[in-house]
């Protein structure tokens, strides 16, 4: 039996979508899923040294920066040391250029306490972006996948108030038990090479007439690629990240003036 279609959501909301004002900025960077966790110490080194590198004058993440986040009560416990690495880097980044944060589908634990101790600012999912000659429309993406039906039905549990407070009022040992449990089940898809589900277009192109863009930046999928829609519109999807990779995928997508996409240079890291 073929599964039913899920509802589409509402278009009428994100005519009211917030707008950030990037007409000040010359050059402005988009980067998503770049997954940073221990276990990957090249893509994390990777991502400092681009933070510390950047031309940038404003950067946009948009999701799943961390590889799973659990709560902001981390950043205290004793034992993660590499998440308060992960802020330091942030809060370096933040005092040399604006810096903007969509959480994803492994991140969207992340609360006030990154904000303020990270210096980045929260963007709604989605958000536009207004450049001098077009808006943009930024999201993760993963709540317009509208193929991916046991994600999409996961997605609305684990969005809810009630859930989310109880999963954090849980022991932080526990949750971070669950999150290695993610984890192993992240790479087993990886290994089986299991493909995301893909936006769906249709939806991408009413969200895009109602917040009155032309361009839509998303991530989530892995997919990187540009696509052109109706009536002119263009979909941009964000590379994800791995240093570890051959050849390394460590993208950005850059506009100064015009979208381009900029493959950094990997650390050397495979002779070693």
């Given at each position: 039996m073929t599964a039913p279609t899920p509802l589409r959501p509402t278009v009428s909301p994100v005519a009211a979508a917030a707008v950030v004002d990037a007409r000040a900025w010359s050059c402005i960077d988009v980067i998503s899923d770049l997954h940073v966790c221990e276990q990957q110490p090249h893509t994390f080194e990777a991502w400092r040294h681009y933070l510390d590198t950047t031309p940038a004058q404003a950067?946009?993440?948009?999701?799943?920066?961390?590889?799973?986040?659990?709560?902001?009560?981390?950043?205290?416990?004793?034992?993660?040391?590499?998440e308060r690495a992960c802020v330091e880097c942030l809060r370096r980044a933040s005092q040399r250029m604006s810096v903007h944060f969509m959480c994803g589908n492994r991140d969207f634990l992340a609360r006030e306490t990154l904000m303020q101790r990270s210096g980045m600012r929260a963007l709604d999912d989605p958000t536009v972006l207004q450049l001098a000659e077009q808006r943009v429309l930024l999201s993760h993406g993963d709540a317009w996948c509208l193929d991916d039906h046991d994600y999409l039905a996961?997605?609305?549990?684990?969005?809810?108030?009630?859930?989310?407070?109880?999963?954090?009022?849980?022991?932080?040992?526990?949750?971070?038990?669950l999150a290695r449990e993610m984890r192993s089940e992240s790479e087993s898809r990886k290994r089986g090479h299991t493909p995301y589900a893909d936006v769906d277009e249709?939806?991408?192109?009413?969200?895009?007439?109602?917040?009155?863009?032309?361009v839509l930046v998303?991530?989530?999928?892995?997919?990187?690629?540009?696509?052109?829609?109706?009536?002119?519109?263009?979909?941009?999807?964000?590379?994800?990240?791995?240093?570890?990779?051959?050849?390394?995928?460590?993208?950005?997508?850059?506009?100064?003036?015009?979208?381009?996409?900029?493959?950094l240079p990997g650390l050397d890291h495979h002779a070693r």
């Open positions: 950067l946009f993440i948009l999701g799943d920066l961390f590889e799973v986040w659990v709560g902001d009560d981390v950043l205290d416990d004793p034992a993660s040391a590499f996961f997605r609305a549990t684990v969005r809810t108030p009630a859930w989310q407070q109880a999963f954090l009022n849980r022991p932080l040992s526990e949750r971070l038990a249709a939806l991408a192109s009413e969200w895009l007439t109602a917040c009155d863009c032309q998303h991530g989530h999928t892995h997919r990187p690629a540009t696509h052109p829609l109706p009536s002119g519109q263009t979909r941009w999807v964000l590379s994800d990240w791995d240093a570890d990779a051959m050849p390394a995928r460590l993208q950005v997508l850059r506009w100064q003036g015009e979208w381009q996409r900029i493959d």
